[in-house]
């Protein structure tokens, strides 16, 4: 219920949130959680599964979203380590292990086969990523200015070195992802570049980011195998 899970037999070593910014991508949604709850299950940790969903129709913010997310999986428990998590990204290797770097960001999808497992370009930080709560608010959150697609990754890789932190990475042999594609959203027409910044990080990010955050949570509510939390 509400996508939450804890081994029966044993006590867990790591508590893991899953979070995912959605809005109306139901056949990914399915794939996805098909798929990773009984990879989650395999590695034995006490995880939830969240989805962040925007209403309305104007242009997609998932770096804000998964800022709500961070705050909203805040208040259910003390969270090890927040998994963010693209939708349509299903992991191919079980001993990629859900859990945090203790030291530093930990950026998961590091072989993607739509990049042919390699990094599209150094400062890479999308696809699956993982924070302790101490690095999340360390580095101020996500950016909640980026309205539309791409640039905000790129925006945490600055975030994390201007916060005093390094991003650390899986191996490729192990962070290997699979991307699901159902050709309801255009691909971006060059998906090696890097894209180009919108924002002045440097000059930013302490003063946008989860100290800035606001929004309006319309619903949160269980369903069988996640906890969607609905935000204007």
């Not at 056949?27 to 940790?45: C, G, M, S, T, V």
Request: with cysteine; glycine share 6%.
């Amino acid at each position: 219920s509400g996508g939450h899970y804890k081994p029966p037999h044993c006590f867990p070593r790591y508590k893991s949130a899953i979070l995912v910014a959605y809005r109306n991508q139901e056949k990914y949604l399915r794939h996805l959680l098909y798929y990773i709850h009984p990879f989650l299950q395999r590695q034995q940790l006490s995880y939830t599964i969240y989805l962040i969903q925007q209403v309305g129709t104007g242009s997609f913010n998932r770096a804000k979203l998964l800022n709500v997310g961070v705050r909203e999986a805040m208040k259910d428990e003390e969270w090890d380590c927040l998994v963010l998590h693209d939708i349509d990204l299903v992991p191919e290797n079980d001993y990629n292990l859900y859990i945090c770097d203790e030291y530093y960001p930990k950026h998961m999808a590091s072989a993607m086969d739509k990049f042919q497992y390699t990094l599209p370009y150094k400062s890479f930080f999308g696809g699956v990523s993982a924070l302790t709560p101490e690095h999340y608010m360390k580095m101020n959150g996500f950016p909640n200015t980026y309205w539309g697609d791409g640039g905000e990754n790129d925006d945490i890789a600055t975030r994390i070195h201007l916060a005093g932190m390094k991003i650390v990475r899986t191996s490729p042999h192990l962070g290997r992802y699979r991307v699901m594609d159902y050709n309801e959203e255009t691909e971006t027409p060059d998906p090696w570049r890097r894209p180009p910044s919108q924002h002045n990080t440097r000059k930013t990010w302490k003063a946008d980011g989860m100290n800035t955050l606001q929004f309006r949570l319309l619903s949160r509510t269980k369903h069988p195998l996640y906890t969607k939390i609905t935000v204007d």
